[in-house]
């Protein structure tokens, strides 16, 4: 058996393969690495891709993220209406964001219409 067979028979088991419980898909990971990103550049950008996932099509169309101060999400809003519907959903919300970004939480979030 060659050396090179050795090392990774040596990784990766006795069938030259990893284990799949090891593996963590990067759909997984992807919201908690794009939301360390935006809460440490300050502009909530990074998440627009996983934004859809983390609240739905319909909230999606009608609010985006914008920027993190500190632990609270500033969200555009479309209309006043949207304002009132997202506050009343504030804490749903915040929970959604708090799983996907990896446990870090989001204390508050902070609606202002676009213009």
């Known amino acids: ?5 050795l090392g990774a028979e040596a990784l990766c088991g006795d069938h030259g393969s990893v ?5 963590t898909s990067i759909r997984e990971l992807l919201p908690s690495v ?3 990103l935006a809460r440490t550049s300050g502009s909530a ?3 627009q891709p996983v934004w859809e996932q983390i609240v739905g099509p319909t909230i999606a169309r009608n609010a985006s993220p914008l920027r993190f101060d500190r632990d609270a999400l500033l969200i555009l ?3 006043p209406g949207w304002t009132h519907e997202l506050q009343q959903r504030e804490q749903e919300i915040r929970g ?5 970004l990896g446990g870090r939480t989001v204390a508050k ?3 202002r219409l676009r213009t």
């Open 34 to 36: 794009l939301g360390e």
């Open 77 to 79: 809003v479309a209309s």
């Open 96 to 100: 959604r964001l708090t799983a996907a």
């Open 19 to 23: 284990a799949r419980r090891d593996l």
């Open 109 to 111: 979030l902070v609606f």
């Open 1 to 5: 058996m060659s050396e090179a067979h």
């Open 45 to 47: 950008g990074p998440l």
